[in-house]
């Protein structure tokens, strides 16, 4: 007995499959528990988050160029977590008129505070190597004569 010969037996012989193929039942209770349970638990706990750091942040002590743009990025993820959350909204609401209109304008609104979250996550490091040149009396106006 070789070794195909142990796999052919584990598929075929006497294990049972345990996995079933998803339905579409399945996938709608999962659906269900994510939107319904999951994202308003993890939206809750950012919210939270992010407002007790903008609370220590914004304090006079705390004010420095580092923490401008953490405070920054701190209210667009903030916006975009209650964006978000307020997209998965249930029930009569949803049905109504001026709900589809408010998620189109907010559907867009989400995507604009998540590019503002993006480049405020990358725009720091350049900001901060320009004022190293800056301290450093390397200006980028003025050239040394070549």
């Known amino acids: 007995m070789n070794a195909s010969d142990d ?3 584990l598929s075929h012989g006497d294990v049972e499959h345990f996995e079933e193929e998803p339905t579409a039942d399945m996938l709608d209770t999962a659906s ?20 007790l750091t903008l609370i220590v942040l914004s304090r006079k002590s705390m004010r420095t160029s580092t923490n ?3 405070m920054a990025l701190s209210v667009a993820d903030l916006l975009f977590l209650v964006l978000l959350a ?6 009569a609401a949803r049905d109504s008129n001026a709900f589809h209109i408010y998620a189109a304008y907010a559907a867009v609104m989400t995507n604009v505070v998540l590019m503002a979250s993006i480049w405020l996550t990358v725009l720091p490091p350049d900001g901060i190597h320009l004022a190293h ?8 106006a003025h050239r040394a004569p070549s």
Do not use: M, Q, W
């Not at 999951?38 to 706990?45: E, G, T």
């Not at 040149?133 to 980028?140: E, K, M, N």
């Open 68 to 70: 401008c743009y953490l």
């Open 133 to 140: 040149r800056a301290r450093d009396g390397v200006h980028l």
């Open 86 to 91: 307020s997209l998965f909204i249930h029930g």
């Open 32 to 51: 269900t528990v994510v939107y319904r349970v999951v994202l308003p638990v993890v939206c809750a706990f950012g919210v939270a988050g992010i407002l």
């Open 7 to 9: 796999d052919d037996e």
